[in-house]
């Protein structure tokens, strides 16, 4: 039976899912978590300390002993790699790793170990990760010469943004110009683990090509604006971009020798993790949209064109089935809902309660604005919630109607700051700790008019890399796979559509009160 290895390399662990897609079974899911099992990298969190906290650099060479060692200690557990028919994979997206001309003359010997061998080809020792917000200076000179913020969001799918490639790169130039000039090759996560695998120069696709500020949506090929705009020779430094789906190498003779893989199984252009999961997700067609609430909430859809964000918040990038995504961050999620929990003193069973047997939809005028701290969308300073309506309620003196009003002005706010991929979901695949809240879902369904179904998947990303590969050799209806690999839970939620009027009153309110206390006015 073939089988699909689907691999993931996110910022605290590398992890491997196989799929058989005959029997529809996950063969294998294991992990190297970094801080633990591999702590002579000194990155407990996945990344290096620093004196200053805006500044967030991993050691790529810690993402390649990690492959060794999750082949090698799931090998001793009885996983027979021969069976695996094709390989790809996800990265965290917009990390960086710098590499040197040895890069293009590697030639791995079994016998030594693939970080040792890699040791010699980095022309730079780190790597920035993406919670890296140390480039602000960069995304202003970006802007500036590329012909302003809202220039380079037309042409890449999102304004300058700190942790994304382009803006490291140039950050790189500007400290050490001697480095830039050694370094030959420039890989995102993504791209340097798939390069390992096949031993040589893997390309990079549009998913996470589009998270670095430098990738035209409209060709999807490098920009010459972004790159002229970024550092100077850049073009000669990016690996080149190809459609998903596209074999970039087989597997190098190192990972024969040493795990037993079989000669010629492809490797797969890899990708970022957020379109990954959008496959893992079971979410690659336009109209099912995927909302994750986690610690920040997320809302990640499929769009048929690439729209961009006129405000500027979200992102697109390319959807690994075609086509592309948006991916829009809101930063106060869990923790703000958690913080009205604490403040009127319920629990997640009250709070639902609270929704759904003792409060309407609209909440009788009561409403706040959800910002217990600073907010990505919209782009704010925050340091506590606004609330308006009566007395009481904006004492916190009424626990069921701050429940609704904190779950009503975060579904508010996700439905109108995602407007702009011109696609309204019929659908929405609800996940995170938070998706088992019935009240939530039923607001979520309300306000958007979406059915809401739920997935209790926790590895989307390497399980949508796994898919990646499957899709890639058989050709199988990506429908028929997520039938069978990213099916909903039962018991779906479906909209009161007569709530309608209600929550489109409530969407203008929410706009007002955006304008009045932040003047953001849209
Ligand atoms: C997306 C982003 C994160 C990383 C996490 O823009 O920065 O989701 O991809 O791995």
């Not at 790793?97 to 730079?124: G, M, T, W």
């Not at 610690?295 to 006129?310: H, V």
């Amino acid at each position: 039976m073939p089988q699909f290895l689907g691999l993931d390399s996110s910022t605290q662990s590398l992890t491997a899912v196989v799929l058989d897609i005959d029997t529809g079974k996950v063969v294998l899911e294991q992990s190297v978590r970094f801080g633990q099992e591999l702590p002579q990298y000194r990155c407990p969190n996945g990344f290096l300390e620093n004196h200053d906290n805006r500044i967030r650099h991993s050691d790529p060479l810690m993402w390649a002993a990690a492959l060794d060692r999750l082949f090698a200690k799931c090998k001793s557990a009885g996983m027979d790699w021969s069976k695996i028919a094709g390989i790809c994979g996800s990265g965290q997206q917009h990390g960086s790793v710098y590499l040197n001309d040895h890069f293009f003359d590697l030639h791995l010997a079994p016998d030594r170990d693939l970080a040792e061998q890699i040791k010699p080809c980095l022309s730079r020792a780190t790597s920035p990760i993406w919670m890296d917000s140390s480039t602000s200076a960069e995304c202003a000179e970006i802007a500036k010469a590329a012909g302003g913020e809202e220039k380079v969001t037309a042409i890449t799918g999102s304004r300058p943004i700190e942790r994304f490639t382009g803006p490291q790169i140039r950050k790189f130039y500007k400290e050490n110009p001697a480095a830039y000039r050694q370094t030959a090759r420039i890989h995102l996560v993504s791209s340097f683990m798939a390069s390992l695998l096949c031993g040589g120069d893997a390309a990079i696709d549009p998913g996470d090509g589009a998270g670095m500020n430098l990738l035209d949506l409209s060709t999807l090929q490098w920009s010459d604006i972004l790159l002229a705009a970024t550092a100077p020779e850049l073009a000669s430094k990016l690996p080149r971009v190809v459609k998903n789906g596209t074999a970039v190498g087989q597997i190098a003779d190192y990972f024969i020798k040493r795990y037993g893989f079989r000669p010629g199984t492809p490797i797969f252009v890899w990708s970022g993790d957020n379109p990954c999961s959008l496959v893992g997700m079971g979410a690659t067609a336009p109209g099912v949209a995927v909302i994750s609430l986690g610690t920040s909430d997320t809302f990640f859809a499929a769009m048929p064109a690439p729209r961009t964000d006129p405000q500027g918040y979200g992102h697109v990038f390319g959807n690994p089935a075609g086509g592309f995504m948006c991916l829009i961050c809101f930063t106060n999620g869990s923790l703000a809902r958690e913080e009205v929990m604490k403040k009127v003193g319920l629990d997640y069973e009250g709070f639902a309660r609270a929704i759904l047997e003792e409060t309407q939809p609209g909440n009788a005028g009561n409403m706040l604005l959800p910002y217990f701290g600073n907010e990505t969308t919209p782009r704010l300073q925050s340091t506590a919630p606004r609330l308006f309506g009566d007395e009481e309620f904006k004492n916190w003196k009424k626990p069921a109607a701050a429940a609704r009003a904190i779950v009503e002005a975060q579904a508010i706010s996700m439905k109108i700051h995602s407007a702009w991929i011109g696609v309204t979901p019929t659908t929405v695949r609800v996940t995170g700790g938070a998706s088992k809240n019935e009240g939530i879902l039923r607001v979520l369904a309300d306000v958007f008019g979406a059915r809401m179904v739920r997935l209790s998947i926790s590895n989307s990303a390497s399980l949508g890399a796994a898919l990646m590969a499957a899709q890639a050799v058989t050709n199988r209806r990506w429908e028929d796979l997520y039938a069978v690999f990213s099916a909903a839970s039962p018991g779906g939620i479906d909209p009161d559509l007569s709530q309608a009027k209600i929550y489109e009153k409530l969407a203008g309110e929410f706009r007002r009160r955006l304008c009045e206390c932040y003047g953001i006015c849209s």
